[in-house]
C-alpha cells in the first residue's frame, strides 16, 4: 500500500509538471460534452485535441502521450476508430483512458467494449453501476445481471458497492480505476483512496463525468496511472467544492468551475481532503 504522503507529493509534482509542460491529450468522446471536455483540459494546463475518424484517432496517439476514449454518443464509425485507437496506444505503449458510460444501452456499446478488453486501458473510469458492468462484462466479476445496473448514464449502486469490481479490473488492467460518486474511489487494486470534495451542482450540468475522463487523460501524459486518477480526481472535488462556494445553479457553477480548474496549485490539489486504505 502506498503512503498517505507519498500520494501527495507525487500529486503536487504530476499537477506542476502538467502546467509547466501543456501536454496533448486527444480525445474521442461524446458529442453532447466534447466543449466542456476540452475546456477542462485547458484549464488544467492541457493541451485538447478532438477527432472522430480512424485513422486520426491513431494519428492522436503518435502525437501526443496519451488518448481518451469516451463510449457516449457512438456513431456507426466508431465500430472502427475505438479499437483501432485503442490498439494503437496499446502497441506504443501510451497511456488511454477509458470511460464506459452506457454500459448496457445497445449492441453496438457493448461489442466495442468487448473488443477493448486486451488493449488493458491505463485508467478506466465511471459511475458504480458501470464499472460493475464492465467488470462482469470482461469476466473479472460475477454478476449476471451487471449489464443491466446503469439506468442509462446514472447508476444505480453507491461508490462503495463497485470497490470489488474497481479492484478486479485495476488488477487486471495494471492500472488504475475511478469510480465517481459523492466520494470517489480510486485505486491501483493495492491501495484505495477516497477523495472528497466537489458539489450537488456537477450532477446538474450535463459532462463532468466526461470531462473528468479528458483531465485524467491530461494527467496520464506526466505521471503514472494511479498518481494521474488521484491527481485527477482530487483536482475536479476541489474545483467542484470551490465553484459551489461561489455558484447557487448550474450554469453559473459550471463557469466558475472551469475557472477553479484553472487556479488550482499543485500543493492545493495534493491538499484536498483523502483518505487512504488498502485493497
Given amino acids: 500500500m502506498i503512503e498517505k504522503n507519498q500520494i501527495e507529493a507525487a500529486v503536487a509534482a504530476a499537477a506542476r509538471k502538467v502546467r509547466e509542460t501543456n501536454p496533448m491529450a486527444g480525445s474521442i468522446t461524446n458529442t453532447v460534452t466534447i466543449d466542456f471536455v476540452a475546456n477542462a483540459q485547458l484549464a488544467v494546463g492541457g493541451s485538447a485535441a478532438m477527432v472522430y475518424l480512424p485513422d486520426e484517432g491513431e494519428a492522436l496517439v503518435a502525437a501526443g502521450n496519451a488518448v481518451y476514449l469516451?463510449?457516449?454518443?457512438?456513431?456507426?464509425?466508431?465500430?472502427?476508430?475505438?479499437?483501432?485507437?485503442?490498439?494503437?496506444?496499446?502497441?506504443?505503449?501510451?497511456?488511454?483512458?477509458?470511460?464506459?458510460?452506457?454500459?448496457?444501452?445497445?449492441?453496438?456499446?457493448?461489442?466495442?467494449?468487448?473488443?477493448?478488453?486486451?488493449?488493458?486501458?491505463?485508467?478506466?473510469?465511471?459511475?458504480?453501476?458501470?464499472?460493475?458492468?464492465?467488470?462482469?462484462?470482461?469476466?473479472?466479476?460475477?454478476?449476471?445481471?451487471?449489464?443491466?445496473r446503469p439506468r442509462g448514464v446514472d447508476t444505480t449502486d453507491g461508490v462503495d458497492a463497485a470497490r470489488e469490481a474497481a479492484v478486479a479490473l485495476a488488477r487486471y488492467?495494471?492500472?488504475?480505476?475511478?469510480?465517481?460518486?459523492?466520494?470517489?474511489?480510486?485505486?491501483?487494486?493495492?491501495?484505495?483512496?477516497?477523495?472528497?470534495?466537489?458539489?450537488?451542482?456537477?450532477?446538474?450540468?450535463?459532462?463532468?463525468?466526461?470531462?473528468?475522463?479528458?483531465?485524467?487523460?491530461?494527467?496520464?501524459?506526466?505521471?503514472?496511472?494511479?498518481?494521474?486518477?488521484?491527481?485527477?480526481?482530487?483536482?475536479?472535488?476541489?474545483?467542484?467544492?470551490r465553484a459551489a462556494a461561489v455558484a447557487t445553479a448550474p450554469a453559473s457553477f459550471k463557469v466558475a468551475f472551469i475557472d477553479e480548474l484553472y487556479r488550482a496549485t499543485g500543493e492545493e490539489i495534493a491538499a484536498n481532503p483523502m483518505c487512504v486504505e488498502e485493497a
Wanted: charged share 15%.
Fill in 70 to 148: 469516451n463510449m457516449g454518443t457512438l456513431f456507426p464509425i466508431y465500430e472502427q476508430t475505438i479499437p483501432a485507437t485503442a490498439k494503437a496506444a496499446h502497441d506504443a505503449g501510451k497511456a488511454w483512458v477509458l470511460d464506459p458510460v452506457g454500459l448496457g444501452i445497445g449492441g453496438l456499446r457493448t461489442k466495442l467494449l468487448e473488443e477493448l478488453k486486451p488493449y488493458k486501458p491505463t485508467i478506466v473510469r465511471g459511475n458504480a453501476s458501470e464499472i460493475i458492468a464492465l467488470a462482469s462484462l470482461w469476466e473479472l466479476l460475477g454478476a449476471e445481471d451487471a449489464l443491466d
Fill in 173 to 241: 488492467t495494471g492500472g488504475a480505476v475511478v469510480v465517481s460518486g459523492e466520494v470517489d474511489l480510486v485505486t491501483d487494486g493495492t491501495t484505495v483512496v477516497r477523495s472528497h470534495g466537489g458539489s450537488e451542482l456537477m450532477s446538474k450540468i450535463t459532462g463532468c463525468g466526461c470531462s473528468q475522463g479528458g483531465v485524467l487523460a491530461v494527467y496520464a501524459t506526466c505521471a503514472d496511472a494511479f498518481t494521474a486518477a488521484v491527481a485527477g480526481t482530487a483536482h475536479y472535488n476541489l474545483a467542484g467544492t
